[in-house]
């Protein structure tokens, strides 16, 4: 890969030279790049409508499910940022062109796991080269589009993370019918050829001219420990007890490490993150805004596919149908959304956007076992109508606000924040899922009349509600597993009703953060404002 790279320091004000051929031009670039990233935004969903398909085959439970998300997710989350910093030392060119390779080959290795447990390991690998991939697509851009452009080539960019994103239900409902739980991962594989293939005929590397010479292991280290604590604490709480000691051990660890991170920033010469970027108020707010987004999005998404398909019984590819709703008005809304933010500057859309999902979510939460299709697509159509514009505006709002030298870590940062808020997301809704799901299911159970269950067969019971299964054991007469079904999807679809509620307030949340953004002052600092 070396072979081809040309190298070009970049000055904060610089013009570049008219582009002739195709190695380094800009519209050329945004499509290179976004062929690879849009390996990575599909596979934060797609998998999520494969989730039942690969429950039943690999016999996984729902920790394993969730950790098929998390994995990635925190992979994703706690490399990013790293992978970034890498970009902006050795090259965006040489990171993006690995992590797209990687990316592939993990994939490949999902599809030909037996287990759950391989699946997992194999989801973590996919999101350590996922991570070098993302944060490089940005620095390319930045690097790459002169001033005028550049906003409309970060909408562009937004605009495929959202349609991907969105998209993933629809494919993944397909994939799963018609071929295979594994074919959601092997469709990585010449997808990542290709990118792989237009990366070395057209991608031109830029590297700043005070980009960092070193690097922060301890704070690599320190960062990494604190992420992984948080979301383990998170995701073994209900199992643990949350008042146990093993949780609050694991919070008291992430929260001492978040804070010698923080310290220890101040004091490194060449730090992980400046913390300095964090004066920008915009900056600092777009961050919060997609971790508060993510959070709702993702982690209600994670319930809406087992809803689906075990409690309507839907098939796969009718549960991505009866998501189209929210999926063709992301890709329908993301452009507009664009020329929006260009013509009005961010805060406006965002605003909107982050209280047409928290209308939705509060909706979404009074769903019920006998809820029509009507009413679902009113709700997931209001969905995707409020994520379009965060999808496309926070990206600006982060790596505009940050000097081009820096341009891999904001990218970094802003995919972080979205990985970081799906995997919290997925975490406490899970945890609230299943708090609410033992609560009340002994109680559901007894009101109808059924066989009462030693505490080990509640216990049972429980874990395969929560991903709205009725416990029917083999011989059970219909009459009592209709009555099982009932009790089991009544009180799932109760506890998804609490915890969209809390995705709701999160939503909220996120429209408050959002008034404090604006639109990027650095944004016209990477490629100057040449003639493409």
Not at 76 to 105: C, E, N, W
Not at 355 to 375: D, I, Y
Request: with cysteine.
């Amino acid at each position: 890969m070396t072979s081809q790279t040309t190298v070009e320091k970049t000055p904060q004000d610089a013009s570049p030279a008219p582009v002739k051929g195709l190695r380094g031009h800009p519209w050329l670039t945004l499509i290179s790049v976004a062929i690879g990233v849009m390996m990575v935004a599909l596979d934060g969903t797609i998998v999520a409508i494969a989730n039942p398909a690969i429950q039943k085959d690999l016999g996984a439970s729902l920790a394993d499910v969730q950790w098929i998300t998390n994995g990635y997710m925190l992979a994703l989350a706690v490399s990013l940022i790293t992978a970034g910093k890498l970009g902006d030392r050795f090259g965006h060119r040489q990171t993006f062109l690995i992590g797209v390779v990687g990316f592939a080959a993990a994939s490949g290795a999902i599809g030909l796991s037996n287990s759950a447990a391989l699946v997992i390991a194999f989801r973590v690998l996919q999101g350590l080269f996922g991570a070098l991939l993302m944060p490089a697509a940005l620095g390319l851009l930045r690097a790459t589009f002169p001033a005028e452009k550049l906003n409309m080539a970060i909408g562009i960019w937004g605009m495929v993370i959202g349609a991907s994103t969105a998209g993933g239900p629809i494919l993944g409902g397909v994939l799963v019918e018609h071929v295979s739980w594994q074919s959601v991962f092997f469709i990585n594989v010449p997808v990542g050829v290709l990118a792989l293939v237009l990366g070395l005929v057209i991608l031109r590397d830029h590297r700043a001219e005070n980009a960092p010479k070193s690097f922060d292991v301890l704070g690599i280290v320190l960062l990494s420990a604190a992420m992984f604590c948080m979301i383990w604490a998170l995701i073994k709480g209900s199992e643990y007890g949350w008042g146990s000691g093993r949780t609050l051990g694991f919070i008291a660890a992430a929260v001492l490490s978040f804070v010698l991170f923080a310290l220890w920033e101040t004091k490194v010469r060449e730090p992980l993150i400046p913390l300095g970027l964090f004066r920008s108020v915009p900056l600092s707010a777009g961050t919060v805004l997609m971790i508060l987004m993510a959070f709702a999005f993702m982690g209600g998404l994670f319930f809406v596919t087992f809803y689906l398909q075990n409690v309507h019984g839907m098939s796969a590819v009718d549960s991505g149908l009866h998501l189209l709703p929210l999926t063709g008005m992301m890709i329908v809304a993301s452009p507009v959304a664009g020329a929006l933010i260009t013509k009005l500057g961010p805060r406006v859309p965002l605003v909107g956007g982050m209280v047409c999902t928290a209308v939705a979510m509060f909706g979404m939460s009074q769903l019920t076992v006998g809820t029509g299709t009507v009413t679902m697509s009113v709700w997931f159509g209001l969905l995707g109508l409020g994520l379009a514009p965060v999808m496309v505006g926070a990206t600006e709002v982060i790596v505009g606000n940050a000097p081009l030298e820096l341009s891999g870590v904001a990218g970094g940062l802003q995919q972080a924040g979205m990985q970081v808020g799906g995997s919290l997301g997925t975490a406490v809704l899970g945890a609230v899922m299943a708090s609410r799901v033992s609560a009340e299911l002994p109680d559901n159970w007894a009101d109808a009349k059924l066989p009462p269950l030693t505490a080990e067969q509640s216990s049972a019971a429980s874990k395969v509600v929560e991903v709205g299964i009725a416990p029917v054991q083999p011989g059970t007469p219909p009459q009592v597993a209709g009555r099982i079904a009932g009790v089991a999807h009544d009180t799932f679809v109760s506890g998804m009703s609490t915890a969209f509620m809390v995705a709701g307030i999160v939503a909220v949340l996120a429209a408050l953060v959002a008034m404090l953004t604006k639109r990027g002052e650095n944004a016209g600092a990477g490629a100057g404002a040449g003639h493409i």
